[in-house]
């Protein structure tokens, strides 16, 4: 019997150690890396290193960039999220109706998921082109003088950014809300219907409170990659005009592969996974009391 258990014990062994080694090397290693050198003032090349103490983290937040930038991040998540989320689950209560060639639609809606976020940016660079894109629509019917600059305009170089995100992810939240849907039982709207509950009535009291589980899975996941986004911003305006679009992420880059003080970036990302950490915490200690509430 025991010679059975050694067996097993050593079966699940070999079974999870490429996994542990997986999350060591590309998870654990670089976090406590990252720690580490953000205590020094590592410069990537150099061979000796000095520790600092916390230096970097003091002058970051005496860095005027870097506080625009967390300005900037939360401004994004926050109105990212709430409009990823509000969409996807009115598309999918949309998507769930019975319309003519609805599957083509929810085709239609989610095929840009799957498409690179550098690809999306680039064909959003051309939309906003003052002379190719959208503006030319503007033109047309003689509003040309109130077209707006989009990426070009500190005021709306942000919002045009959070448009392109939502039309290439939108489709996702869209499918994780339509399988929440899939969960709820029909009997229910129609008993909710034989009491004369109208169609409003059934989205606030029964859609809603039953779809708290996907939608505590929507909102954590938004919120996670709007604070580390990146390849959106990077490709379509460099973190400009000025500093208006900079997020965490992008000047974490900017001064650790652009100007070499690679100690100061990891600082940046040690304090970005600070906050995403601490925020999802706070999400689903929140999120997860109203699911047992309902």
């Known amino acids: 019997m025991l010679n059975v258990k050694k067996k097993y014990l050593i079966i699940s062994i070999v079974f999870f150690l490429p996994a542990l080694l997986i999350y060591v090397t590309f998870f654990l290693y670089p976090v406590v890396s990252g720690?580490?050198?953000s205590f020094t003032n590592w410069q990537g090349m150099s061979k000796t290193i000095k520790f600092?103490?916390?230096k970097n983290y003091v002058e970051l937040f005496g860095d005027r960039r870097f506080i625009a930038s967390i300005i900037n991040t939360f401004e994004f998540a926050l109105i990212y999220t709430v409009l990823q989320n509000g969409f996807g689950i009115i598309l999918a209560l949309l998507m769930d109706m019975?319309?003519?060639f609805k599957?083509?639609?929810r085709s239609i809606i989610y095929m840009p998921s799957v498409i690179s976020t550098l690809v999306v940016g680039f064909v959003?660079?051309?939309i906003y082109n003052p002379t190719l894109g959208v503006n030319t629509i503007f033109e047309a019917?003689?509003?040309?003088?109130i077209a707006p600059q989009w990426t070009g305009d500190i005021h709306t170089a942000l919002l045009s950014l959070i448009i392109a995100s939502l039309s290439a992810s939108v489709g996702t939240s869209m499918v994780l809300y339509l399988a929440g849907l899939q969960d709820i039982p029909q009997e229910l709207y129609e008993t909710a219907g034989i009491d004369g509950v109208n169609w409003y009535q059934k989205i606030i009291h029964i859609t809603l409170p039953l779809l708290a589980p996907a939608i505590t899975i929507g909102v954590v996941l938004t919120t996670i990659w709007s604070l580390k986004v990146f390849e959106i911003v990077f490709v379509m305006t460099q973190g400009g005009p000025g500093y208006a679009t900079e997020t965490m992420a992008t000047v974490m880059y900017d001064y650790a592969f652009r100007t070499s003080r690679f100690a100061y970036g990891t600082a940046i990302g040690v304090i970005l996974f600070l906050i995403v950490l601490v925020l999802t915490m706070v999400q689903l200690k929140v999120l997860q009391k109203r699911e047992v509430q309902y």
């Open 52 to 54: 600092v103490g916390l």
């Open 35 to 37: 720690i580490f050198y």
């Open 141 to 145: 019917i003689g509003l040309g003088a």
């Open 103 to 105: 599957n083509v639609y």
């Open 98 to 100: 019975k319309v003519l």
């Open 124 to 126: 959003w660079t051309y």
